[in-house]
Nanobody
Framework: VQLVESGGGLVQVGDSLRLSCAAS????????MGWFRQAPGKEREFVAA????????YYADSVQGRFTISRDNAKNTVYLQMNSLKPEDTAVYYC?????????????????????WGQGTQVTVSS
C-alpha cells in the first residue's frame, strides 16, 4: 500500500487549502483513514480521522470547526479541507491507514494503530 499526499503549500492567515491523499490497492474502502501533522520541534499529533465507510468523522479540538475530512472510496482518496488557517497550523501533514479493517473503535488518535503512512506534505501559514 502506498499513500501519496498532495495539496500543501504556502498560504496566508485565513486562507484555505485542501489536502489529498491517494492510496494504492483495492482495499481502501475497508480502512479508517487519519490525518496527522508534525510542526517543527514538536511531536506528531492527530488532526482528523474518518471511518472506513465515511459514516463518522473525528477531529482534534484545535481544528474542530475549521477542518473537514472526507473520502471518496471510488477514487481511493481521502481529503482534508482546511479553512481559516492559522500560523499554528504550519506543519508537515501526513495521512495514514488504520492497521485493522472495519474499525469502529475509539483509538483513531493513536499513531500506533496506523500501519501505512504517506511521505507528508508541507503546509506553511504565513502571518
Amino acid at each position: 500500500v502506498q499513500l501519496v499526499e498532495s495539496g500543501g503549500g504556502l498560504v496566508q492567515v485565513g486562507d484555505s487549502l485542501r489536502l489529498s491523499c491517494a492510496a494504492s490497492g483495492r482495499t481502501f474502502s475497508m480502512y479508517t483513514m487519519g490525518w496527522f501533522r508534525q510542526a517543527p520541534g514538536k511531536e506528531r499529533e492527530f488532526v482528523a480521522a474518518i471511518r472506513w465507510n465515511g459514516a463518522s468523522t473525528y477531529y482534534a479540538d484545535s481544528v474542530q470547526g475549521r477542518f473537514t475530512i472526507s473520502r471518496d472510496n471510488a477514487k481511493n482518496t481521502v481529503y482534508l479541507q482546511m479553512n481559516s488557517l492559522k500560523p499554528e497550523d504550519t506543519a508537515v501533514y501526513y495521512c495514514a491507514r488504520r492497521a485493522t479493517p472495519y474499525t469502529d473503535d475509539r483509538y483513531y488518535t493513536e499513531e500506533r494503530r496506523y500501519d501505512y503512512w504517506g511521505q507528508g506534505t508541507q503546509v506553511t501559514v504565513s502571518s
